[in-house]
């Protein structure tokens, strides 16, 4: 207790934990943080079964426990007989401006007066409300997104299936031969989710729906350095989790210009869950209002994280693969690209996205059968056995020769991912490419797309 009163900042609360944990003052004991335990989370748990593999699949922002834990002047306290009601319209009113002047800052939107800002809880409530709003009850709506995808969508399509949804497609090929002239929504995650792709529409006609989760300077920037602009009939994602770290707090918002399709996501909105918890709302503003008094130094603190990651990465598959037994087995994907200047940053940056979508360049790898899961196979299953738990290629509509790893991670993790990595690249972990191969070998064709309805399971990004 006296140790805790003695804490002044959010970084002696983790101290307080032995570095392993946060203090968590409401009830007084550590929140000791994964493959670590023990009163103050000093007992290192990595031989530990379940701590063997480095679990790298999700899409967590944990990285941004650090800059919060630094910066712990946005504190919201909640009195219980605050703001009972079910609206909270005032509040959003403002976060919505304060939105609005985000995008202006960043340069990333171009969100003009008379567009419409669509509040939701994260942007995964907001892909079911474009889904519906963008659809029509005259006839069904086929739902596209070019492979590879971020599954959610399919998920979204499926889930949701009835009179107004019929398929879900993923090859622009398959869709131009076997359902031209049906109604399409398209939705086009750029940078894409897993692979860092920029992308546009593929469908022409399309009824689109840009994520841009990931379009913020600490992720992409834009060679032309222009602000977006989508078509009237757009709608453009976007969620706080990957700007400022708030994924627990489930706030996502839609910039959408078109009057009739913004109203159709309300509605959606309504019927799903009335209104936004007052939590949400208040919780957002506080932390969106801290970080545009700051000049948003958190997304200048959080580019020199991901380049720091990105630099390792390109080293591990890089000079440290080509020293081993079988240089050139893997692709760290995107490649890199050339310095472009960033606005916002005020300087000269490279793209450094989110994840790491993996190539296996083997076909002995992609059609690899993992010793430890049957079930594991290609590229996931060579990285699960060298203790490297990321997605399967086919989750996205790839083939078995690709998986995706995270980047967004605490520093402990991502310190075990390039231990491993490393490992295995050096041929001390995981199975051993047969027979070695020579620097950049040739590469495997493209990802191989899945075609109509897909069972893919529902996960978080």
Request: negative net charge; proline residues 6%.
């Amino acid at each position: 207790a006296a140790a805790e009163e003695a804490c002044v900042s959010g970084a002696c609360l983790k101290e307080l934990c032995s570095g392993n944990g946060v203090w968590l003052t409401e009830l007084g004991e550590c929140d000791c943080f994964e493959c670590y335990g023990g009163t103050n989370c000093a007992v290192d748990l990595e031989a530990h079964t379940s701590c063997a593999t480095v679990d790298v699949s999700g899409g967590d922002p944990l990285m941004f426990e650090d800059y919060w834990l630094s910066n712990t002047d946005p504190m919201l306290t909640l009195h219980s007989a605050w703001r009972l009601s079910y609206s909270a319209a005032d509040l959003e009113a403002e976060l919505k401006s304060k939105i609005r002047e985000l995008h202006a800052r960043t340069g990333n939107m171009d969100v003009r007066e008379g567009d419409h800002i669509v509040l939701g809880i994260g942007s995964t409530q907001l892909i079911s409300a474009a889904l519906f709003a963008q659809s029509t009850a005259a006839r069904p709506s086929v739902v596209f997104a070019a492979a590879p995808f971020y599954q959610a969508y399919s998920t979204a399509a499926l889930y949701y299936e009835s009179n107004r949804f019929d398929a879900f497609e993923s090859s622009p090929e398959a869709y131009n031969a076997s359902l031209a002239g049906e109604h399409v929504v398209e939705y086009i995650t750029s940078p894409n989710n897993p692979d860092g792709t920029i992308r546009d529409g593929a469908i022409a006609g399309s009824a689109r729906v840009y994520d841009h989760a990931y379009l913020w300077s600490h992720f992409y920037t834009d060679p032309a350095g222009e602000a977006l602009r989508h078509d009237v009939d757009d709608v453009s994602l976007f969620t706080s989790s990957k700007i400022l770290g708030l994924a627990g707090t489930r706030l996502g918002w839609a910039v959408v210009q078109n009057g009739t399709i913004a109203q159709r996501m309300e509605e959606y909105k309504g019927v799903a869950v009335i209104s936004l918890p007052h939590e949400i709302v208040a919780r957002e503003l506080k932390l969106l209002n801290y970080a545009l008094d700051t000049s948003l130094d958190v997304l200048v603190w959080a580019k020199g994280v991901m380049e720091a990651r990105w630099a390792a990465i390109r080293r591990v598959f890089g000079e440290v693969q080509d020293s081993g037994p079988s240089p050139g087995r893997f692709t760290a994907l995107p490649e890199e690209e050339e310095e472009r200047y960033d606005a916002f940053l005020g300087r000269d940056v490279r793209p450094t996205v989110a994840y790491v979508w993996v190539r296996c360049e083997l076909e002995a790898d992609a059609a690899y059968v993992s010793t430890t899961d049957p079930t594991a196979t290609g590229c996931y299953g060579v990285m699960l056995d060298a203790g490297v738990l990321g997605r399967p290629g086919p989750l996205y509509g790839g083939s078995d020769a690709f998986m995706r790893l995270e980047l967004l991670m605490r520093d402990r993790t991502f310190d075990l991912l390039e231990e491993r990595l490393r490992l295995l690249m050096l041929g001390g972990g995981g199975p051993l490419a047969a027979p070695a191969m020579t620097p950049r070998a040739p590469r495997l064709p493209a990802a191989t797309p899945l075609h109509g309805p897909q069972p893919f399971p529902r996960v978080p990004p």
